[in-house]
């Protein structure tokens, strides 16, 4: 057992919305307690360049490659998450030296892991000399190197906060661009995956739409009619007949095949493979979960998590329910593999990434003495 460390965890989600950020106080195994968070929006202008540079990041063919867009959006990206983390530690009363280290996620713009290659943009070194707080990042580069699928990273922290649940098997299903699922076995044993689009097909349908950032509830798709054809062409990616453990890049669906159908269709349309490829999940467990918990953006569209409940036979429940954050869950998830990192844990395993062997990771800058 490990001392308790204070660690913060930042995540830019796929969803592109903001900055989540979560505090705990952990050890990296089993101990967890979670202190505190909050998300911090992206300013308008932001986004556009955000958007940018995933565009140019499409071409690339290394890791250490930035267009223009890229090098600009890395910049002003690892400046917004010193910010934040000013104010919240700000909000919190609490001086730079409480905290240990940072787990800090990046955004990431292209994931290809069938090519080893996994990018996400965030300048540690510069993210450790604005906090004055060392920083782990890159955690997912050294399991795409080693032929792992670099995602999800979440499921050891998944593991840490089911110890406490009497039910087991359970899965925990993280809606957030891209959806994954990690399934804890009666002793603990893991097994995880994407389990196809999240929320992001669903958002970028919803800005176009209706100017807002996503469907707010589900509302636009409860309103519209889902067209079940797309809906199974769409199943006929070769993603859903593969063996775990696999990933996604958040732009793997082509939108689209959608685009001659109205608003609300087109939600539905798109509302309805998101679940359908969450019940899809139920075809690689050796057992099926005695509770479904919901984390992740996409626990908050209800149109979605009905549709999901349609597709398995028990529970599906929003993390909240067990006294959980899922909202900032992943967020609490980097700053545990942040401790796991300084500690040289695995933060990766066979049966999450389909690395060789269970694996740490993430690159550890210095603050400025």
Not at 61 to 87: I, K, M, N
Not at 88 to 93: C, D, I, S, T
Request: neutral net charge.
């Amino acid at each position: 057992m490990g001392k308790l460390r204070r660690a913060i965890g930042l995540m830019s989600g796929t969803s592109m919305d903001g900055i989540d950020v979560a505090l705990l106080d952990t050890d990296g195994e089993d101990r967890v307690e979670r202190v505190g968070g909050r998300t911090f929006p992206y300013p308008a202008q932001f986004r556009p360049l955000l958007v940018r540079a995933i565009g140019e990041a499409r071409t690339l063919r290394l890791r250490e490659e930035r267009s223009d867009a890229l090098q600009r959006a890395e910049r002003e990206l690892t400046d917004l998450h010193a910010r934040a983390v000013a104010g919240f530690l700000a909000e919190h009363k609490l001086e730079r030296a409480a905290v240990d280290v940072i787990g800090f996620h990046g955004h990431t713009v292209l994931h290809r892991p069938e090519r080893r290659l996994t990018v996400q943009i965030g300048d540690g070194e510069r993210l450790a000399g604005a906090t004055g707080i060392d920083v782990v990042y890159d955690m997912r580069a050294a399991d795409c190197a080693a032929g792992g699928q670099g995602a999800p990273l979440a499921p050891v922290y998944h593991r840490a906060l089911a110890a406490k649940l009497k039910e087991r098997p359970v899965a925990v299903v993280n809606i957030g661009g891209v959806a994954n699922v990690t399934w804890i076995g009666r002793e603990g044993h893991l097994i995880a995956f994407d389990t196809g689009p999240g929320s992001a097909m669903i958002d970028d349908w919803a800005r176009r739409h209706t100017g807002k950032p996503c469907d707010e509830n589900g509302a636009l798709a409860a309103a519209g009619r889902a067209d079940r054809d797309l809906v199974k062409e769409y199943l006929k990616h070769s993603h859903f007949s593969a063996l775990p453990p696999k990933s996604l890049d958040r732009n793997a669906f082509a939108i689209e095949l959608v685009e001659h159908l109205p608003p609300a269709d087109g939600a539905a349309t798109l509302t309805a493979f998101a679940a359908a490829a969450v019940g899809r999940a139920l075809e690689h467990l050796p057992e099926e979960p005695l509770m479904w918990i919901m984390t992740g953006g996409g626990r908050k569209n209800r149109t979605l998590m009905s549709l999901i409940a349609g597709y398995v036979h028990n529970a599906v429940i929003p993390a909240e329910a067990l006294g959980l954050d899922g909202g900032l869950m992943e967020a609490e998830a980097w700053a545990y593999l942040a401790v796991r990192s300084i500690r040289a844990l695995p933060i990766t395993f066979p049966e999450t990434t389909g690395v060789a062997a269970p694996l740490t990771g993430g690159v550890l800058a210095r603050a400025p003495t």
